[in-house]
């Protein structure tokens, strides 16, 4: 990792393709705090999982379209109703033509809700479980919605995240051919040495900026490749 650049110089280059701090400043996200997080009910948790995991491979706007109706079949995602859905049941709504229809990825609902429900068991609830992990070992938190819930690998699990406030960056086409170039890390960007450098990075850049690595890994994708700022980073 010594060729990475400072936080400072990513910053710098990132202002001068913006045009200027002010303009750059008004494209960055905020994450929310720890208190903020841990009160959200998991059932909203649990819906904005399931919205990832929809998204994932299809057009975002035709799944905040349909979003309303993924709402009414799944009883606003109730963990416990959602619990007591039979394979036959999880079959019938997935020919419901309120949502985008995806048997597999209407499994992964009951799936993900028994993730939530085990760890509201152990921890009090699924939000106060991410909102105390810390952001230092976010890769960890990435592993664990991997390892134990339903197609939450790749960007769908940060994504997810992200979209409920917790910090993390995100390993978007950008920020990781940045990565790639400044040799942060050598080898598959999946691995799990691969990842434990990168995070090893934006723990230093965090240190350097004191700023959220939402915000680290932003600028890092505006001050290199394409910059669709349109689009989440």
Sequence with gaps: MDTAESFARIYQR???RKGGAAALE???????NADDIAAIPDNLLLGELTKKVFQS?????VVRQKWPGFCEVFFDFAIEKILLMSDEMLEAKARDERII??????FTIRHNAMMIDDIAMKHGSFAKFIANWPSSDIIGLWAYLKKHGARLGGNTGPYALRAIGKDTFILSEDVEAYLRATRVFDGGITSKRSLAQIQQQFNVWQQESGRSLQQISQIIALSVGENFVGMAR
């Design 57 to 61: 491979g299809f057009v975002w706007r």
């Design 26 to 32: 008004a494209l960055l996200g905020q994450s929310a």
């Design 101 to 106: 229809r995806n048997a597999s990825k209407v």
């Design 14 to 16: 990132a202002c001068e």
